[in-house]
């Protein structure tokens, strides 16, 4: 099985790992997952962290084939726009984005002008779905129930779950954001774990879990069958549904979700100007 050649990158303020994925036997590459750095006390964008990764793909002489998305993020800013201005690329996630875009469309009122259908993305990707980068082939899981649109890509050896799976001592993904499901998550899983036990797992996330001091962002589907915290090989799907849902219930809302919903599901544009050229992003006050 042939091996992508694979560079993370951390932002420690939203604990998002970023990636790009490279084809061994060519310049071609993809981006995973990128961040815009968001002060959200000052309501002010920047580039440091996506910088950081232009300068990657650039002393390497790389050439971006995609931009891709794992899901609609709730704790981090897409830098997909701004990527493919300065790199290139086609932006890509799951069909069932449209899903996100109807129900959070609502949710902050946006206007006629704001298309439900998907159309902000180069493609949207169905389960089974493949797509090149250079000679390597990357082929689509869809894997919902944190949110409708979840995507696992597996390119390769490699697999990148977005917020499915976390490392095998800290479990997996809440299920409790609109359209989210954790009988539907537990199902996912089972998926992922059904590939290759020595398949790479790459995460979006890590918070370090008790005991654990150091960040990490790879794991492999024989660690998560044996000792993931939620789900491995022995836990029914009634007791998954039980622990996620309880636990789903004690957690607090992620501090940047409702930028971060706004913009993503826009890929990673910011709402249009309003009559007096400024750009606002929403607080539904009472709503979540």
Same mark, same amino acid.
């Given at each position: 099985?042939?091996?992508?050649?694979?560079?993370?990158?951390?932002?420690?303020?939203?604990?998002?790992? /970023?990636?790009?994925?490279?084809?061994?036997? /060519?310049?071609?590459?993809?981006?995973?997952? /990128?961040?815009?750095?968001?002060?959200?006390?000052?309501?002010?964008?920047?580039?440091?962290?996506?910088?950081? %990764?232009?300068? !990657?793909?650039?002393?390497?002489?790389?050439?971006?084939?995609?931009?891709?998305?794992?899901?609609? &993020?709730?704790?981090?800013?897409?830098?997909?726009?701004?990527?493919?201005?300065?790199?290139?690329?086609?932006?890509? %996630?799951?069909?069932? %984005?449209?899903?996100?875009?109807?129900?959070?469309?609502?949710?902050?009122?946006?206007? $006629?002008?704001?298309?439900?259908?998907? /159309?902000?993305?180069?493609?949207?990707?169905?389960?089974?779905?493949?797509?090149?980068?250079?000679?390597?082939?990357?082929?689509?899981?869809?894997?919902?129930? &944190?949110?409708?649109?979840?995507?696992? !890509?597996? %390119?390769?050896?490699?697999?990148?779950?977005?917020? $499915?799976?976390?490392?095998?001592?800290?479990? $997996?993904a809440r299920c409790d954001f609109p359209g989210g499901d954790a009988r539907v998550l537990y199902q996912s899983i089972q998926k992922v774990l059904a590939l290759p036990p020595e398949t790479r797992i790459f995460l979006c996330h890590d918070y370090k879990a008790p005991g654990r001091d150091e960040y990490q962002h790879v794991t492999t589907v024989a660690e998560q069958r044996q000792a993931n915290v939620h789900v491995h090989e022995g836990v029914s799907e009634e007791d998954f549904v039980k622990m996620r849902t309880e636990r789903d219930a004690t957690l607090d809302m992620p501090r940047l979700i409702l930028p971060s919903v706004q913009v993503n599901m826009r890929a990673g544009q910011m709402p249009p100007p309003e009559d007096n050229g400024q750009v606002y992003l929403k607080v539904p006050v009472n709503r979540f």
């Open positions: 099985m042939t091996q992508p050649l694979v560079q993370h990158f951390f932002d420690e303020p939203t604990n998002t790992f /970023s990636y790009v994925v490279r084809d061994p036997g /060519s310049q071609a590459c993809a981006i995973l997952d /990128s961040v815009l750095d968001f002060d959200y006390a000052a309501g002010r964008t920047d580039v440091r962290s996506t910088d950081e %990764i232009i300068r !990657y793909v650039q002393d390497n002489e790389l050439r971006v084939e995609w931009i891709l998305e794992t899901h609609v &993020h709730a704790d981090h800013l897409s830098a997909a726009p701004y990527l493919h201005e300065k790199l290139g690329g086609k932006t890509a %996630i799951g069909a069932n %984005i449209v899903q996100v875009q109807d129900i959070f469309g609502k949710a902050f009122n946006a206007g $006629t002008e704001f298309a439900r259908d998907g /159309s902000q993305f180069d493609r949207l990707f169905e389960e089974g779905d493949t797509f090149a980068i250079g000679h390597l082939e990357g082929r689509v899981l869809h894997t919902p129930g &944190h949110t409708p649109a979840c995507l696992t !890509y597996v %390119i390769g050896d490699a697999a990148f779950v977005g917020d $499915t799976l976390f490392m095998p001592d800290y479990g $997996t």
